[in-house]
Every structure is written in structure tokens, then in C-alpha cells.
């Protein structure tokens, strides 16, 4: 896992074309907008994320944000431990965010 600033995430996923952007949210936060092209697995239903999590293709590239980095990290280490090594944790999660959101 790699930690990286609301900056370097914007550098990284405008070129990255192997890039997939996990928001580990609730559907609760998700509402109050998204970082664009996000595809949301609540990590706070265990269930729903590990049947999710295991469809991914480790091939990826993978940006993970939540609320304020907490359960971006979590998630990120589930994801290591899975074998997906290419994972970015957004510091600071969408609060820190200072890019484009998109309200669903």
C-alpha cells in the first residue's frame, strides 16, 4: 500500500490507465458526493466486501479512499492480503480531497 496526498492521487489516476478508484464508504457518506468514476464496496458490511473484493482483478491499479483514510488503509491491506499488491490510500480520505466531486 502506498499512501499518497489528494495531489499525487490527481497526477496518478490522470494517467493511470490501469487505475480503479474504491470507495469503501457507506451508502450514507456516498451521498454526500463522490470522487468521479468511484465504484463504491462499504467495507462496514464484512459480507458484501469480501465477496466484492475477491472478484477484482489483481492486474490493477487501485485507488481507495474513504471518509478520512482510516478504512481506506484497512481495506488496502485486505486487498494486500488477497494478493493485490497496486494499492494507493488516499491521506486524509474525501475530507482532505480537493478535486472534482460528483453528487449521485
Not at 15 to 37: F, K, S, Y
Not at 76 to 82: E, G, P, Q, W
Amino acid at each position: 500500500m502506498h499512501d499518497i496526498t489528494s495531489k499525487e492521487w490527481q497526477e496518478k489516476t490522470a494517467t493511470d490507465t490501469n487505475a480503479v478508484i474504491l470507495d469503501v464508504r457507506t451508502d450514507e457518506e456516498v451521498a454526500d458526493g463522490v470522487i468521479p468514476g468511484a465504484k463504491q464496496i462499504n467495507i462496514q458490511d464484512p459480507a458484501m466486501f469480501m465477496e466484492e473484493v475477491q472478484k477484482l482483478d489483481a492486474s490493477k491499479n487501485y485507488y481507495v479512499y474513504c471518509r478520512s483514510g482510516g478504512r481506506s488503509a484497512q481495506a488496502c491491506a485486505v486487498l494486500h492480503s488477497l494478493g493485490i499488491h497496486n494499492t494507493y490510500n488516499l491521506l486524509g480520505g474525501i475530507t482532505d480531497w480537493d478535486g472534482t466531486i460528483d453528487y449521485l
